[in-house]
């Protein structure tokens, strides 16, 4: 078993900043990659970022690229989402999750574990 703990989210105004963290715990040898994810009400759940754990670069959807940032923190067992520039439509349940597939990895259904969420608001 993983536990994923997410926490940072709150409420911004239209142009600023958030990161968020994702703490993982437990059996973690199997992890290959960890992503973002958020949902907004009536919304299916979207592929943000996702990062290798052992190396490459990260991978993004274009709807954040130049704006999100995926990082980590191997000795912390931590991976962050630096949210720049953010706008109403941003506003959602974000939710790291991991995977065990190997490769750059977006559909939902791929990951193992999800974290509980944390909301984002962000006021216009």
């Known amino acids: 078993q993983v536990q994923l703990v997410e926490s940072g989210g709150g409420l911004v105004q239209a142009g600023g900043s958030l990161r968020l963290s994702c703490a993982a715990s437990?059996?973690?040898?199997?992890?290959?990659?960890m992503g973002w994810f958020r949902q907004a009400p009536g919304k299916e759940r979207e592929f943000l970022a996702t990062?290798?754990?052992?190396?490459?670069?990260?991978y993004y959807a274009d709807s954040v690229k130049g704006r999100f940032a995926i990082s980590r923190d191997n000795a912390k067992n931590t991976v962050y989402l630096q949210m720049n520039s953010l706008k109403s439509e941003d506003t959602a349940v974000y939710y790291c999750?991991?995977?065990?597939?190997?490769?750059?990895?977006?559909?939902?259904?791929?990951?193992?574990?999800w974290g509980q969420g944390t909301q984002v608001t962000v006021s216009s």
């Open positions: 437990g059996r973690l040898f199997n992890m290959y990659g």
């Open positions: 999750a991991t995977t065990t597939q190997i490769g750059i990895v977006r559909s939902p259904s791929a990951y193992d574990y």
């Open positions: 990062i290798i754990l052992s190396g490459s670069r990260p």
